[in-house]
């Protein structure tokens, strides 16, 4: 399994070299692991070498000193879950879905993998990839500017709170590497939080509602079914998408996952990119359910809401109105103003508008942002900074996405909707 997890985070990444850089160091890692198929004091050991014949391949040799593996296995031991008997060990073993995805990576990259005898006792895994010629000029980054102690901490600031907008994933499975990889693979476009069973991850729920949820099937304590089953019974938690995920292929286990409520049923091994794709459209398809069903629009005046809410928004609009121009005004801060937990507020809001606190701030921000675009002569800087933006930057960035058009556009034309 050492190996194995090596190779399939190494299979994941490209070797882009520079046109006047050549790999012909041998790099070598030895490892000594007391594991279950190398016996105390064996050894697993990494090389990579840098190889030119007719084309140029990295290659990575991953060995070990262990039990080996028998001929008649070697040419399955690349297909998912496939079941080998051991020498001396009572019940059969399976590898999973890591070589199996080893090899799909490999391929995708161009490369090949293999797997022979090592001499003496064990195996011997084989990689080769491409090596990708690039040019440098092309690829790199424009010209490091130093910035001011200040204006980091302000641009640390500013992304740390972009980084709370992201959508929150929770990702629920009992192997700590493939949730490893799913971390590593959603990270850069979601707040990724992880959790190795059922119990675990509706714990987790009670603090904070995720976007979506992505299970594992079969976990100990509580399967993926049951999760499932038990978000889609409770009222606070029916809306979230859940997508489930398994090994098994029959038609009977798809059926399952949809009939308690299932919103995609993924088979591993998967294709990250189609499955990113289904994340997305779920969570639009999510919350614009929540915005047209029943839902309130926040305004920062006028609003006519049910008069069960009323008093709830209407304090909550004011309140982030008198805090407005204050970039570090927070949802606690807000959720203390209204004398309510964070998470009983979260809920609520979600629950009238649609909207999380820290969207509900926003979308106030950016009406009255809208408003002084309109009708002030403030610069759209000036705006940003008056409405509580810490980085016009990003104040164009969300303004577009509220609005459809970048600040400075939506002043010259005067606001081309003024219900806005």
């Known amino acids: 399994e050492v190996y194995v997890n090596f190779l399939f985070l190494m299979s994941t990444t490209a070797f882009p070299c520079r046109k006047d850089t050549t790999f012909k160091r041998i790099i070598r890692i030895s490892l000594t692991f007391d594991y279950k198929y190398t016996p105390d004091g064996g050894r697993v050991t990494v090389m990579m070498e840098y190889i030119e014949e007719e084309n140029e ?22 297909e998912r879950f496939y079941q080998a008997a051991h020498k001396g060990m009572e019940e059969t073993t399976g590898n999973g879905i890591g070589l ?28 080769r990839l491409p090596v ?18 200040s204006e980091k901490t302000t641009e640390a600031m500013a992304e740390q709170t972009s980084r709370k907008e992201f959508p929150l994933l929770l990702v629920v499975d009992d192997n700590a590497d493939f949730r490893m990889f799913m971390q590593h693979s959603l990270e850069l476009q979601y707040r990724v939080k992880l959790a190795s069973d059922g119990e675990e991850t509706w714990n987790m729920m009670q603090d904070e509602l995720p976007d979506l949820v992505i299970s594992d099937v079969m976990m100990p304590v509580m399967d993926g079914i049951e999760l499932c089953r038990r978000i889609k019974a409770d009222k606070r938690t029916a809306y979230i998408p859940v997508i489930l995920l398994t090994a098994r292929q029959a038609v009977e286990a798809t059926v399952k996952g949809l009939e308690i409520g299932a919103d995609d049923y993924v088979t591993k091994p ?12 779920l969570i639009e398809q999510s919350r614009y359910r929540h915005a047209t069903h029943a839902v309130i629009d926040p305004t920062p005046s006028d609003i006519v809401i049910t008069s069960l809410d009323e008093k709830l928004i209407e304090k909550a609009i004011k309140y982030v109105e008198d805090n407005i121009s204050r970039s570090n005004f927070s949802v606690e801060e807000l959720s203390r103003g209204l004398g309510m937990s964070r998470v009983h507020l979260y809920k609520k809001l979600l629950q009238i508008t649609g909207k999380t606190p820290i969207e509900f701030i926003r979308v106030i921000r950016l009406k009255r942002a809208a408003q002084l675009l ?47």
């Not at 005898?117 to 990689?127: L, Q």
């Not at 009708?375 to 900074?385: D, F, G, K, P, T």
């Open 57 to 78: 391949w990295m290659e990575i040799k991953v060995s070990d000193t262990g039990i080996g593996i028998p001929d008649a296995d070697k040419q399955h031991i690349f």
């Open 100 to 127: 199996s995805l080893v090899h799909d990576f490999v391929q995708l990259h161009g490369g090949s993998v293999e797997v022979f005898d090592n001499i003496g006792a064990g195996t011997v895994f084989v990689v």
């Open 132 to 149: 990708r010629h690039v040019d440098v000029a092309a690829v790199l980054p424009e010209p490091l500017v130093v910035l001011p102690e």
């Open 270 to 281: 998967f294709n990250m990119m189609v499955l990113v794709l289904r994340i997305r459209k």
């Open 374 to 420: 309109r009708e002030s002569q403030l610069h759209v800087s000036e705006v940003a900074y008056e409405v509580g933006f810490n980085s016009p930057r990003y104040f164009s960035r969300y303004f577009k996405e509220e609005f459809g058009m970048l600040p400075s556009k939506y002043q010259e034309k005067g606001g081309i909707n003024k219900s806005f």
